[in-house]
């Protein structure tokens, strides 16, 4: 079975202001890691993933992510953020033995960006 | 760029009453899968659908769930019995069998149980 821990349930942040959403996970297995983005009052919507490769990711709308295996974490970044990016990110991972295997989400991260 | 729809958005039932929640996942998906979002709360597993067939289900998807592929579109979430803790945003999902894990969800639809 796998888990993951979201550390911060809020993050106020300034535009323009670098930002990190942190992301931890446990696996006794190989997982695939992912990142979504819930804007208000929508559905979930694919920011960025690490199937395998370079750890370090990029995603939609700037941002990016870095998988330390040996932390286990998959920290999410963004160098500037804008009011736009003001949503929910949840931070989920897949068992990489089945293509069909379920998510398993963490509790989320309410990014809000200030003016 | 295909999507997955759900519908409704938004339905609103008395306690004790049957739903069916409709979605329609990408046309060339073959795994599917419904989630549920309790307002406030982390996104949930309910079940995942392979082959005309439950691949996996979590301890929430309970006798009251079920889960159809009607015809070769649709794939419905049913639940019998409302409880008021059902009250919930319920997400649809489908993945491709190859060319990559991710999944990719629907709207939502907000189910309030009064």
């Known amino acids: 079975a796998q888990s993951v821990t979201q550390l911060d349930s809020q993050v106020p942040v300034f535009e323009e202001a670098p930002v990190e959403l942190r992301c931890n996970y446990s696996?006794?297995?190989?997982?695939?890691l992912f990142w979504y983005v819930q804007y208000p009052n929508q559905g979930l919507q694919l920011l960025l993933k690490y199937l395998s490769g370079s750890t370090l990711v990029k995603g939609i709308n700037g941002f990016e992510a870095e998988f330390n295996k040996s932390q286990t974490s998959f920290h999410l970044r963004k160098p500037s953020v804008h009011i736009s990016d003001t949503a929910e990110y949840f931070c989920?991972?897949?068992?990489?033995?089945?293509?069909?295997?379920?998510?398993?989400f963490g509790g989320g991260t309410r990014l809000m960006v200030k003016p | 760029e295909p999507e997955v729809t759900q519908t409704p958005s938004h339905q609103v039932t008395q306690m004790g009453q049957e739903v069916i929640l409709r979605c329609v996942p990408i046309s060339n998906h073959l795994y599917f899968y419904w989630y549920r979002q309790i307002l406030g709360q982390k996104v949930e597993f309910l079940v995942s659908f392979y082959n005309n067939e439950i691949s996996e289900k979590s301890e929430i998807f309970d006798d009251q769930f079920s889960v159809e592929r009607p015809d070769g579109s649709n794939f419905t979430l049913k639940i019998r019995s409302t409880k008021l803790e059902d009250s919930a945003m319920y997400f649809c999902?489908?993945?491709?069998?190859?060319?990559?894990?991710?999944?990719?969800f629907g709207p939502g639809t907000r189910l309030t149980v009064t």
């Open positions: 696996s006794s297995v190989s997982v695939y």
């Open positions: 999902a489908s993945t491709r069998t190859a060319g990559g894990p991710e999944q990719y």
């Open positions: 989920a991972v897949k068992e990489r033995r089945n293509a069909g295997n379920m998510l398993t």
